[in-house]
């Protein structure tokens, strides 16, 4: 990565590990608990909901208005469930490495809160309440959710082979869309196509931007990854991302025929991301980490945004 360079880290930035002794897991669950809590990320529920808010807007527009509660609710679990297993698979394959970096070196698994063995066991019991979630979903969806194991599985070993582990991480974690078209109509149409797209591309440009807060520490152990492939160019390959994004969510509405007040909601998520790339800097990892945060206010919009292009209809003349 020759001609490359980043910023030194400045003086007084604040501890960026993401473990917190006195969050409320440690308050509310019991000692035993905490770690398979924190091993699946319970105590960072953002993840979970970059996960499901875009599913949620796919089983709208799906619905063509509100979805079922029963098919809510297995899509939620489902999101839960899989965002989790993923993070388990994570610290399971780094969990040599996680010890190395400032951000992650308190994790379960490297602090040894956790053994190998009682992950492993834990791991088993998210997919096997994944199995039984398939009973609930038509053979479309669940040969869907079959091929997207091995996908959550290699992620983790991505970033040692390609600096583009985030497409891979973007396609795995909005592969619910897809299968809330399988489930909801037993078609994959070609606008719920683009507007998975474009989720893959938003997260690929969100979790670049968190790509930078570990960048010094990829250096040094010979990691990759999109932060490290655009280097100091990241405010323009991020930004090319969030418009083509755009594009594609523009797309995707045409062509299922959204009302006009999901472009007004488009148009605010572009201006949030105008707003993101005004704010972001190589220099500011803890800036890095509120944007990738506010990014929960693009997947809340993305959901407005089918509402009003669909339930809308139906209380006001459009």
């Known amino acids: 990565m020759s001609g490359r360079s980043f910023p030194d880290k400045a003086p007084g930035t604040p501890d960026l590990a993401d473990m917190r002794p ?8 019991p000692p035993s608990w905490g770690p398979y809590a924190r091993l699946c990320r319970l105590d960072r529920p953002v993840g ?29 679990l489902g999101a839960l469930l899989m965002r989790g297993i ?47 979630l398939l009973l609930a979903l038509n053979e479309y969806s669940r040969w869907l959710a079959v091929a997207l194991v091995p996908i ?36 994959v149409p070609p606008g719920a196509i683009a ?32 932060a490290l ?16 994004t755009i594009a ?10 959204m009302d006009w007040p999901y472009y007004v909601v488009i148009a605010a998520i572009a201006a949030h991301f105008f707003w993101q790339m005004c704010v972001f800097s190589l220099a ?5 980490f509120m944007l990738f945060r506010a990014n929960m206010a693009v997947g809340v919009l993305l959901v407005v945004a089918t509402l009003a292009g669909t339930v809308l209809r139906q209380f006001v003349p459009i």
């Open 22 to 29: 006195d969050d409320w897991v440690a308050h509310w669950l």
């Open 48 to 76: 979970t909901w970059l996960t499901l808010l875009p599913c949620l807007a796919a089983l709208v527009q799906a619905a063509d208005g509100w979805p079922t509660l029963f098919r809510l609710f297995i899509f939620s």
């Open 86 to 132: 993923g993070c388990c698979f994570n610290d399971i394959f780094d969990r040599d490495i996680d010890q190395k970096v400032e951000r992650t070196r308190f994790r379960p698994l490297t602090s040894g809160q956790l053994s190998l063995k009682n992950a492993l066991w834990f791991v088993l019991a998210q997919l096997a309440v994944c199995a039984l």
């Open 152 to 187: 959550v599985i290699v992620y983790p070993l991505c970033k040692r082979f390609t600096y583009w582990p985030q497409v891979v991480l973007g396609i795995g974690f909005n592969w619910g869309m897809l299968m809330a078209w399988s489930d909801t109509q037993n078609i």
């Open 195 to 226: 507007m998975w797209l474009g989720a893959v591309l938003w997260q690929v440009g969100y979790d670049s931007i968190y790509a930078y807060v570990d960048v010094r520490d990829d250096i040094k152990l010979g990691l990759r990854s999109t």
């Open 229 to 244: 492939r655009f280097a100091d160019k990241g405010k323009i390959w991020i930004s090319g991302f969030y418009i083509v």
């Open 248 to 257: 594609l969510w523009a797309y995707g509405g045409a062509a299922m025929d």
């Open 284 to 288: 500011r990892p803890d800036r890095n």
